[in-house]
T-cell receptor, first 116, second 110 residues
Framework: DAGVIQSPRHEVTEMGQEVTLRCKPI?????LFWYRQTMMRGLELLIY????????DSGMPEDRFSAKMPNASFSTLKIQPSEPRDSAVYFC??????????????FGSGTQLSVL | GDSVTQMEGPVTLSEEAFLTINCTYT??????LFWYVQYPGEGLQLLLK?????DKGSNKGFEATYRKETTSFHLEKGSVQVSDSAVYFC?????????FGAGTQVVVTP
C-alpha cells in the first residue's frame, strides 16, 4: 500500500493567492483528517470526514478555509485568499473502520506551505 | 475539554541513556491513550497505545502504562539510540478524534 499521499510536498505562494492542497487516503479507509502543524500552536485538527461527509469542522480557522471530499479516494483543502499566517505544514491522515484500525491514524508526509 | 499535557523539549541525551517523557491527561471519561512519533520530514506514526487503565503499550523498546490514579501515560525507553531522535506526541481519543499534545523533541547524541 502506498500510504496516504499528499501533494504538493512544498508550496510557496504570495499573499492573496488561492492554495489547494490534495490528499489521497489509504484505500478502504473511511475517515479522513486534515491537521495543521506550527511551532506556535502545535498540531491542530482542522476538519475530519467520515464516509466522505464532514463531521467536525470546528477547527477550521475562518471562512478562507474550505475542505471537500468528493469521493472516498480524494480530498482537498483550499485557502482563498491565503495569508502569511497560514504558513505551516498541513497533514492529511486517514483511518479505517475496523475496531483495530479506527484509532490508528496514518499520516501523509505533509505539505509545507509558505505564504509570502 | 479533554486534553493532554506533555513535557516541553528539547530533551537531549546520549546514546544508551534512559528516556522518560511525561504526559498527563484531562478527560471526562476513560479515553484511549496514544504515543505518536514524528521523524524529521515525515508525518506522524503510531508508536503505541493503551485502551484502559493499567494497560501497557509497547513497541520498539518503548513502553507506556495507562495510570488512571495519576491520569498519566509516561513514555519510557531503557536505552535510546541515535535513530530515536524525533518528536514524540502524546494523544487521547475524545469524541471520535485524536487530541494531540504539543510534542516533545528528543535529540540523541552518539
Amino acid at each position: 500500500d502506498a500510504g496516504v499521499i499528499q501533494s504538493p510536498r512544498h508550496e510557496v505562494t504570495e499573499m492573496g493567492q488561492e492554495v489547494t492542497l490534495r490528499c489521497k487516503p489509504i484505500s478502504g479507509h473511511n475517515s479522513l483528517f486534515w491537521y495543521r502543524q506550527t511551532m506556535m500552536r502545535g498540531l491542530e485538527l482542522l476538519i475530519y470526514f467520515n464516509n466522505n461527509v464532514p463531521i467536525d469542522d470546528s477547527g477550521m480557522p475562518e471562512d478562507r478555509f474550505s475542505a471537500k471530499m468528493p469521493n472516498a479516494s480524494f480530498s482537498t483543502l483550499k485557502i482563498q485568499p491565503s495569508e502569511p499566517r497560514d504558513s505551516a505544514v498541513y497533514f492529511c491522515a486517514s483511518s479505517g473502520q475496523g475496531e483495530a484500525t479506527n484509532e490508528k491514524l496514518f499520516f501523509g508526509s505533509g505539505t509545507q506551505l509558505s505564504v509570502l | 475539554g479533554d486534553s493532554v499535557t506533555q513535557m516541553e523539549g528539547p530533551v537531549t541525551l546520549s546514546e544508551e541513556a534512559f528516556l522518560t517523557i511525561n504526559c498527563t491527561y484531562t478527560a471526562t471519561g476513560y479515553p484511549s491513550l496514544f504515543w505518536y512519533v514524528q521523524y524529521p520530514g515525515e508525518g506522524l506514526q503510531l508508536l503505541l497505545k493503551a485502551t484502559k487503565a493499567d494497560d501497557k503499550g509497547s513497541n520498539k523498546g518503548f513502553e507506556a502504562t495507562y495510570r488512571k490514579e495519576t491520569t498519566s501515560f509516561h513514555l519510557e525507553k531503557g536505552s535510546v539510540q541515535v535513530s530515536d531522535s524525533a518528536v514524540y506526541f502524546c494523544a487521547l481519543k475524545s469524541w471520535g478524534k485524536l487530541q494531540f499534545g504539543a510534542g516533545t523533541q528528543v535529540v540523541v547524541t552518539p
